[in-house]
């Protein structure tokens, strides 16, 4: 137990809507650019440098600790 498993797969997604070049870019201005490209509710998916999904402030922190930044936000098919 407390060991995460590691699984990967390849993910068929829309076009790109923007990128975090870094924590603090996330922090400044997730939600603006979240509410200019509508981007709301599940329409959308941020993946970090490494290929995991960033949903919660959690996830974005994991990336700035380990260097997996850009994260990029697509739109979902």
Same mark, same amino acid.
């Given at each position: 137990?407390? +060991? &995460?498993? @590691?699984?990967?797969?390849?993910?068929? +997604?829309? @076009?790109?809507?923007?990128?975090?070049?870094?924590?603090? &870019?996330?922090?400044?201005?997730?939600?603006? *650019? !979240?509410?200019?490209?509508?981007?709301?509710?599940?329409? !959308?998916?941020? +993946?970090?440098? =490494?290929?995991?999904?960033?949903?919660?402030?959690?996830? /974005?922190?994991?990336?700035?600790? @380990?260097?997996?930044?850009?994260? *990029? +936000? /697509?739109? =979902?098919?």
């Amino acid at each position: 137990m407390g +060991v &995460e498993a @590691e699984n990967k797969i390849t993910m068929l +997604v829309g @076009e790109g809507l923007f990128s975090f070049d870094s924590f603090q &870019e996330w922090v400044n201005t997730a939600e603006s *650019r !979240y509410r200019r490209t509508r981007a709301a509710g599940h329409n !959308y998916v941020a +993946v970090d440098a =490494i290929g995991r999904i960033c949903r919660i402030g959690k996830h /974005f922190m994991r990336a700035r600790a @380990e260097g997996a930044f850009p994260v *990029r +936000v /697509f739109k =979902i098919l």
